[in-house]
């Protein structure tokens, strides 16, 4: 199996920053990308930002500018930075990674088209 776990979430004022974690556990062989939706309160699901295995990113046009997100392939992690944030990005966060292709322990290779993380909750309020 692949699990993703989040963490890094938590309460933070209007204007502070916060920087979310999520590690792909496993027997990974690859990930082809990987990135951060979330969920506000009474809203449907929407993506924050994404990085693909070759390092290009796209962003929600209400992050430009404040978030960056990154990847280390090398711990199958992936990193969103939240500067500058605002009541808005209140919401549950989570991780998600397509196209894994993992072996289990016997060896037999699989592939995973979408893997989401359980969610951490980012707080925006002074």
């Known amino acids: 199996q692949v699990q993703l776990v989040e963490s890094g979430g938590g309460l933070v004022q209007p204007g502070g920053s916060l920087r979310l974690s999520c590690a792909a556990s496993?027997?990974?062989?690859?990930?082809?990308?990987m990135g951060w939706y979330r969920q506000p309160p009474g809203k449907e699901r929407e993506l924050v930002a994404e990085?693909?295995?070759?390092?290009?990113?796209n962003f929600a046009d209400s992050v430009k500018g404040r978030f960056t997100i990154s990847r280390d392939n090398a711990k199958n992690t992936v990193y969103l930075q939240m500067n500058d944030l605002k009541p808005e990005d209140t919401a549950v966060y989570y991780c998600?990674?397509?196209?894994?292709?993992?072996?289990?322990?016997?060896?037999?290779?699989?592939?995973?088209?979408?893997?989401w993380g359980q969610g951490t909750q980012v707080t925006v309020s002074s």
């Open positions: 496993g027997i990974i062989v690859s990930i082809n990308s």
């Open positions: 990085v693909t295995a070759d390092s290009s990113t």
């Open positions: 998600r990674a397509d196209g894994v292709r993992y072996r289990d322990g016997s060896g037999q290779g699989y592939y995973k088209i979408i893997s």
